[in-house]
T-cell receptor, first 110, second 115 residues
Framework: GDSVTQMEGPVTLSEEACLTI???????????LFWYVQYPGEGLQLLLKATKADDKGSNKGFEATYRKETTSFHLEKGSVQVSDSAVYFC?????????FGQGTRLTINP | KAGVTQTPRYLIKTRGQQVTLSCSPI?????VSWYQQTPGQGLQFLFE???????NKGNFPGRFSGRQFSNSRSEMNVSTLELGDSALYLCASSLVGGQFREKLFFGSGTQLSVL
């Protein structure tokens, strides 16, 4: 069945470090891909999305490119901030519902 | 514009009881989806309602049910609670749903603990 695999966390970085959170998917066809972020005590917020191959989603300094050949949608940021500390979820849309990865907890130390 | 509101925020129940959770979507949104979040299983889709009709359903037992009212507010019910039902239940709303080219807005969730 359709599934999403994310790199296991937790991930701890220092402020201004580079971030990559790996995400690969298994699905038939070409699903839309998403990154959601969950801050402590809150619900999920859409961070960025891509709906077709080679699309690049971007928001708040984060970027992810839909790579059909490697079935990946890795999340990247060039310089992280303490406020980026949260849990990040990669997801795909299939049959009108979201399939999420397990989530990656990110902690940024000042 | 108010966001998605879920009540109650926390709930403690015992095995065998039933529970009802409520979700008020953003004004004007007609689609409401429910997700279960647990440390072991992650986020899993429960069901989606649109215009008072269940439009999509995940792989959960019949103990999990829901409904949507004419004002788009939705309730989720879990009967005969089990320990494994302890989870954060998230509700999400969107204008018409079903295609994800529009933005999905999540509530803060209801944390259910089953003792």
């Amino acid at each position: 069945g359709d599934s999403v695999t994310q790199m296991e966390g937790p991930v701890t970085l220092s402020e201004e470090a580079c971030l990559t959170i790996n995400c690969t998917y298994t699905a038939t066809g070409y699903p839309s891909l998403f990154w959601y972020v969950q801050y402590p005590g809150e619900g999920l917020q859409l961070l960025l999305k891509a709906t077709k191959a080679d699309d690049k989603g971007s928001n708040k300094g984060f970027e992810a490119t839909y790579r059909k050949e490697t079935t990946s949608f890795h999340l990247e940021k060039g310089s992280v901030q303490v406020s980026d500390s949260a849990v990040y979820f990669c997801a795909l849309e299939k049959a009108q519902k979201l399939v999420f990865g397990q989530g990656t907890r990110l902690t940024i130390n000042p | 514009k108010a966001g998605v509101t879920q009540t109650p925020r926390y709930l403690i129940k015992t095995r065998g009881q039933q529970v009802t959770l409520s979700c008020s979507p953003i004004s004007g949104h007609r689609s409401v989806s429910w997700y279960q979040q647990t440390p072991g299983q992650g986020l899993q889709f429960l069901f989606e309602y649109f215009s008072e009709t269940q439009r999509n359903k995940g792989n959960f037992p019949g103990r999990f049910s829901g409904r949507q009212f004419s004002n788009s507010r939705s309730e989720m019910n879990v009967s005969t609670l089990e320990l494994g039902d302890s989870a954060l239940y998230l509700c999400a709303s969107s204008l018409v749903g079903g295609q994800f080219r529009e933005k999905l807005f999540f509530g803060s969730g209801t944390q259910l603990s089953v003792l």
